[in-house]
């Protein structure tokens, strides 16, 4: 028992509990600087409850004044940028709804007063929806087509903990089960339909989201190699592996002992950017491509929190630590490196918004249903206490934007 209080703790590690005070109310006028993208618009959380999308005039389109206030029940943005997925709240029930934004209308996909939805994740092809909800005995995911000709279906449950990546085309899910528990995750595909996985591993270790290859014809996750005896942590080792569909050899692509791997696939390539999380904290930041070759691009010293590719997959955007404000809340710091290495640029430090802090315990997993990058690479979205600031990456100049305590880039219209 002592030694599964030690893994726990290690698991524990991958939370970062911060205490963070409240933000301002109502959304106003957009600020612009001279380079930022010209085109796209900001999706932004604000305050009483409000969805807002707004342009680089500054209009300001509410959408929605009735989405949840809770944590991690954020809104998604479909990858052809023609429609948004929130999770509205109506009295005791939860509401998940999708809107389009070229006729404004609002379709309702899932309700209930049992079992809320949290997590939205959008198909690639932007025809189906994901979503985990809260259930007496864990987590349960559903998939439902984003027209709603059919129910939400129930395709995979958790007792602990649940994650998610789409295949490429849109025709399975790949999920990641129970792996808050030491040996006792698995890893499996998942269809609408179909009472049984299509793939099945039960040798993951401690790691968050698996993520599928460009083309889709494989998969990376990170396993535990057989431990005998009873479990330690000494005995804890994550191997970052790939997997074609179809077979049973993994290849090894990076070991880390005593640690978690927390890890992201370049948008552009099967490189895969990870750092770790063990007994001493956060690690650096590292890449690995398909030869094995493993390099680390943070500076020296730096406990990378989480990390955000850029959309041509040259930059990755990375937080660390950085001390406390005057009145106590806690800061990080933005720095960027380019994935070929040198040295990394720092830029601006920020104590995040309640609901940043949120995406950020899971980043790899809020990657695949928001963008914090611009699509041209040029600027970073965040979340500050003070409400919502776009960094120009180029200049390393943080303009606030809005008041706000979420926001996120609508992509091109496809």
């Known amino acids: 028992m002592a030694a599964r209080r030690i893994l726990l703790t290690l698991i524990g590690l991958l939370s970062i509990v911060i205490l963070i005070g409240t933000l301002s109310a109502g959304i106003i006028t957009f600020l612009l600087f001279t380079n930022r993208p010209l085109d ?149 595909t998942v269809q609408p339909g179909r009472q049984q996985p299509l793939y099945e591993l039960n040798d993951p270790g401690f790691f968050q989201a698996p993520a599928w290859s460009v083309d889709g014809e494989s998969f990376f996750y990170v396993a535990q190699p057989p431990v005998e005896g009873p479990p330690m942590v000494e005995k804890v080792e994550s191997v970052l592996s790939r997997v074609k569909v179809g077979e049973t050899q993994t290849q090894a692509l990076a070991r880390e002992p005593m640690a978690a791997i927390i890890f992201g696939r370049s948008p552009q390539s099967d490189e895969i950017a990870y750092t770790t999380v063990g007994p001493n904290g956060f690690g650096p930041l590292k890449l690995v491509g398909l030869d094995g070759k493993v390099q680390t691009l943070s500076a020296a010293n730096d406990n990378v929190i989480a990390f955000f590719w850029s959309p041509t997959g040259e930059q990755i955007a990375y937080l660390t630590p950085a001390g406390r404000t005057t009145d106590g809340f806690v800061q990080v710091r933005w720095q960027v490196v380019n994935r070929t290495g040198g040295t990394p640029r720092s830029l601006v430090t920020f104590a995040p918004s309640e609901a940043f802090l949120a995406q950020i315990n899971y980043f790899d997993a809020y990657a695949l249903s928001f963008d914090l990058w611009s699509y041209d690479g040029r600027a970073l979205a965040y979340s500050a206490r003070d409400g919502v600031y776009v960094l120009d990456v180029g200049r390393g100049i943080a303009k606030r934007h809005s008041d706000g305590t979420l926001a996120m880039w609508l992509p091109p219209r496809r």
Do not use: C, M
């Open 40 to 188: 796209q618009k900001l999706l932004v959380v604000g305050p009483d409850r409000r969805l807002a999308l707004i342009d680089r005039q500054g209009t300001v389109q509410v959408l929605a004044e009735d989405i949840s206030p809770e944590l991690f029940r954020f809104p998604a943005l479909a990858p052809d940028g023609t429609r948004i997925a929130y999770i509205g709240q109506e009295g005791n029930a939860s509401v998940l709804r999708v809107i389009d934004l070229t006729t404004g209308n609002r379709l309702e996909l899932y309700r209930s007063t049992i079992n809320p939805p949290l997590y939205i994740v959008w198909s690639p092809d932007s025809r189906s929806l994901s979503f985990l909800s809260n259930r007496a005995r864990g987590l349960g995911l559903h998939i439902v087509p984003a027209d709603g000709s059919r129910p939400a279906e129930l395709v995979s449950s958790s007792t602990s903990s649940l994650y998610l990546a789409w295949q490429p085309d849109s025709s399975s899910l790949l999920v990641h089960i129970d792996g808050s528990l030491f040996e006792d995750g698995r890893v499996v």
